[in-house]
């Protein structure tokens, strides 16, 4: 198991950028694959990007393919979300989640309390 904390969420204008931080507790860290989840008001919460434990493995959801980069530093315990050109859509509570061994869109274990992105158009 590993313990999750999300960072750097916060009001922007549309058209901006934004990076969200995870910090995971535990020394197995380099083992996990890492996601990001978001929820916007009534709706489900929905897979924005995942990264494999090495970091040379990324998928994204379709609606930020292009906008937004996952990225890892397994050294720091830490995973990233730099999130650009930012739409009133990407307004949400944003996760970071944990899964073992492969890299999915689903099946993650181990979430933080979310932070909230909020974008004005």
């Known amino acids: 198991q590993v313990q999750l904390v999300e960072s750097g969420g916060g009001l922007v204008q549309a058209g901006d950028s934004l990076r969200l931080s995870c910090a995971a507790s535990g020394r197995t860290f380099s083992t996990y694959v890492m996601g990001w989840f978001r929820q916007a008001p009534g709706k489900e919460r929905e897979f924005v990007a995942g990264?494999?434990?090495?970091?040379?493995?990324?998928l994204y959801a379709d609606s930020v393919k292009g906008r937004f980069t996952i990225s890892r530093d397994n050294a720091k315990n830490a995973v990233y979300l730099q999130m650009s050109s930012l739409k009133p859509e990407d307004t949400a509570v944003y996760y970071c989640?944990?899964?073992?061994?492969?890299?999915?869109?689903?099946?993650?274990?181990?979430w933080g309390q979310g932070t909230q992105v909020t974008v004005s158009s």
């Open positions: 989640a944990a899964r073992r061994w492969v890299l999915s869109s689903s099946g993650y274990e181990d």
């Open positions: 990264i494999g434990w090495s970091g040379g493995s990324t």
